[in-house]
């Protein structure tokens, strides 16, 4: 199978969870976008491609501690490597889902607008203007790079209550997928 990126078979991961440390550790930056950066991104997509419903992807995520992101928006497949934010502004409720905590959504503020800036898959420095759902997933994706997942932004109440949640959602792995909820908190 021949990829975008590529010539390598189709190499899919698997999708780190929550209780995995490798989720809790700050990624690393990637010194050159070389070979193995870019069969990193293929292997990346591939995962992301089998992920049940996922929109983006950060490297830790299949316990690759780089500086890596992929996403695909509506058919528009990119990847960002160092990726950082250096503007954001306004404030904008949602409920966020992740793949390494699956089925669980749980209702969280982010700001509303960013500005991400990294380096492409040509080595050039790029920057991203995004709003809303675009926003929230780099904001999402960038926490994975730094060790931070959702649990962490929440406050104390929610968090214990996200926590239940996830873990009755998945006390069940034996038997038929639990239902997903959402959980709002106001």
């Not at 982010?110 to 203007?129: A, S």
């Not at 904001?139 to 873990?167: C, K, P, S, T």
Request: hydrophobic share 40%.
């Amino acid at each position: 199978m021949r990829h975008r990126f590529g010539s390598l078979p189709s190499v899919s991961l698997e999708i780190r969870t929550f209780g995995d440390p490798v989720l809790k550790s700050q990624a690393a930056p990637v010194a050159d976008v070389d070979g193995r950066a870019v069969r990193l991104v293929e292997q990346m997509f591939d995962t992301l491609d089998h992920s049940d419903g996922g929109i983006a992807l950060a490297a830790p995520q299949i316990g690759v501690q780089k500086q890596v992101i992929v996403w695909d928006l509506d058919g528009d497949r990119r990847a960002i490597f160092n990726p950082e934010i250096v503007e954001s502004s306004g404030e904008w409720v949602y409920d966020e889902g992740c793949l390494s905590i699956p089925g669980l959504y749980v209702e969280l503020v982010r700001p509303r607008n960013v500005l991400l800036r990294g380096v492409d898959l040509e080595g050039e420095i790029v920057e991203y203007e995004a709003d809303e759902l675009e926003a929230r997933m780099y904001q999402h994706e960038l926490d994975h790079l730094n060790g931070v997942l959702m649990f962490d932004r929440m406050g104390d109440e929610q968090r214990r209550e996200a926590l239940a949640e996830y873990r009755r959602l998945t006390s069940g792995a034996d038997e038929a997928a639990p239902r997903p909820r959402r959980l709002r908190f106001r």
